[in-house]
């Protein structure tokens, strides 16, 4: 925007410049046409929004004051003299989108099964239940059933109902399996419950952008330190012993 006034040596003029805009992603106000340090003084800019879940883009300055008003929030940048190379912006709220989200779901995959298959390995040794590699196999399989089911779903439903039946789909082949394998005890309060917290609640985590880093690396410390408990007074060189014997014969 360019405007031009014509003013008398020493007389004085008050500018104000409105500026209305439409967009989905991104607001920015830029101090200079450039990447480069500006300076700037006596600056002050407002913003009001209609929605409670504003963010703040990279390499953006955080206001200096944030009013929460009935539908939104009201946010003032203000300084009397200011240099920096960062510019003020607002980041809209945006809707989930399907496609990336199930990919990111995909990509965490293998960790949630790492983390299922290492429990299951040291309870096993714990609990005396020896499971053959044919097993983890199938249990590999029930466990990326919940991915595979929620990728083709989540185009027609919306990713959170896919979500609750790809979850459900998954704990039921695992449970029933683990029934027939060892027993109900086993894979409902073993097996069952921790395929619930390392799939369907890492999985849930992703749901909160910005909070699932926080939330996996939680449940990984939280993890660890049931195990240790659980297996603190546990003599390895028997359990081991146990669990390299001859494997028993599966139920007739």
């Known amino acids: 925007m360019v405007a031009s006034v014509e003013i008398v040596p020493g007389q004085t003029a008050d500018m104000k410049v409105s500026y209305g805009s439409q967009g989905l992603d991104t607001w920015h106000y ?19 929004t209609n929605c409670n879940t504003v963010d703040f883009p990279a390499n ?39 496609g990336p989200f199930a ?4 990509k965490f995959a293998p960790v949630s099964l790492f983390f299922f298959f290492a429990v299951l390995l040291i309870l096993g ?11 983890y196999l199938f249990l590999a399989a029930t466990f990326f059933s919940f991915h595979l089911l ?21 704990l039921l082949l695992t449970i029933t399996y683990l029934r027939l394998v060892v027993n109900w005890k086993f894979a409902v309060l073993q097996a069952g419950v921790w395929q619930f ?34 297996t603190g ?4 060189d028997e359990a081991f012993s146990r669990t390299l014997g001859p494997i028993p014969p599966g139920p007739r």
Not at 31 to 44: I, K, Q
Not at 125 to 135: K, Y
Request: glycine share 6%; proline share 4%; charged share 10%.
């Open 30 to 48: 830029q101090f200079a046409n450039n990447e480069s340090v500006s300076s700037v003084r006596d600056f002050e800019a407002a913003v009001l």
């Open 60 to 98: 953006c300055l955080s206001p200096t004051y944030k009013t929460l008003t009935s539908d939104g929030w009201q946010l003032r940048w203000q300084y009397g003299d200011l240099v920096s190379g960062s510019n003020i912006g607002v980041s809209m709220p945006q809707k989930l989108q399907p």
């Open 103 to 106: 990919s990111r779901l995909s």
């Open 125 to 135: 040794m714990v609990r005396g239940v020896r499971l053959h590699p044919v097993h």
């Open 150 to 170: 929620f990728s083709y779903m989540v185009d027609h439903v919306t990713p959170f109902s896919a979500f609750l039946v790809a979850s459900a789909v998954s």
């Open 197 to 230: 917290i390392f799939l369907v609640l890492f999985t849930y985590a992703f749901f909160f952008e910005g909070y699932t880093g926080l939330t996996i690396t939680i449940g990984a410390i939280l993890t660890l330190a049931i195990m240790m408990q659980l």
């Open 233 to 236: 007074c546990v003599n390895w």
